[in-house]
T-cell receptor
Framework: DADVTQTPRNRITKTGKRIMLECSQT?????MYWYRQDPGLGLRLIYY???????NKGEISDGYSVSRQAQAKFSLSLESAIPNQTALYFC???????????????FGPGTRLTVL | RKEVEQDPGPFNVPEGATVAFNCTYS??????FFWYRQDCRKEPKLLMS???SGNEDGRFTAQLNRASQYISLLIRDSKLSDSATYLC???????????FGTGTRLQVFP
């Protein structure tokens, strides 16, 4: 079973709709992240959370919100979707206690979101 | 200047070839460096971390040059299965804040 899962895997929605993307992990990691990936731009950080009570904005948080419901769950919401939010969204986790280089991040399979 | 810059490629090489990718980064305070591999429409996966002394993992060798602020990845004896996009990743001096390059695409042909 995958350590980091994302639902849905694909979603097509219309402009103005509210969308929630969900991420769950069984790695026991405290730190979770949401990224989006666009062709030619690489991955960009939307929000990150170092524990259940900690939420931080990334470089492109406008138009997004997040909720850390538990250590294992981190949800990303688009309050009113717009076409330029069409992208591939990845959730990731990390935990410096694992013994590897502190910043290693492990990614979920991604959600492909299309906003019409 | 982008924080992490890579040649987008594509690099088209025959099986068995040796290929090298370079990456430059702009933040001299960066402490952690990685190469991730990403297959088409899939999630990035850690290929290897990059240490100051250089490190090797089978056919893959990573080097770090702090003075010049660049990182390299060398792949020897390329396999068809090495075809992917290779992402250079650097932290920006803040714990767990990683900056991803846009990736270098490698295509290995028979």
């Amino acid at each position: 079973d995958a350590d980091v899962t994302q639902t849905p895997r694909n979603r097509i929605t219309k402009t103005g709709k509210r969308i929630m993307l969900e991420c769950s992990q069984t790695k026991g990691h405290d730190r979770m992240y949401w990224y989006r990936q666009d062709p030619g731009l690489g991955l960009r950080l939307i929000y990150y959370s170092f524990d259940v009570k900690d939420i931080n904005k990334g470089e492109i948080s406008d138009g997004y919100s997040v909720s850390r419901q538990a250590q294992a769950k981190f949800s990303l919401s688009l309050e009113s979707a717009i076409p330029n939010q069409t992208a591939l969204y990845f959730c990731a986790t990390s935990d410096p206690k694992t013994g590897g280089p502190d910043d290693t991040q492990y990614f979920g399979p991604g959600t492909r979101l299309t906003v019409l | 200047r982008k924080e992490v810059e890579q040649d987008p490629g594509p690099f088209n090489v025959p099986e068995g070839a040796t290929v090298a990718f370079n990456c430059t980064y702009s933040n001299s305070a960066s402490q952690s460096f990685f190469w991730y591999r990403q297959d088409c429409r899939k999630e990035p996966k850690l290929l290897m971390s990059v240490y100051s002394s250089g490190n090797e993992d089978g056919r893959f060798t990573a080097q770090l040059n702090r003075a010049s602020q660049y990182i390299s990845l060398l792949i020897r004896d390329s396999k068809l299965s090495d075809s992917a996009t290779y992402l250079c990743v650097v932290n920006i001096g803040i714990v767990d804040k990683l900056i991803f390059g846009t990736g270098t695409r490698l295509q290995v042909f028979p």
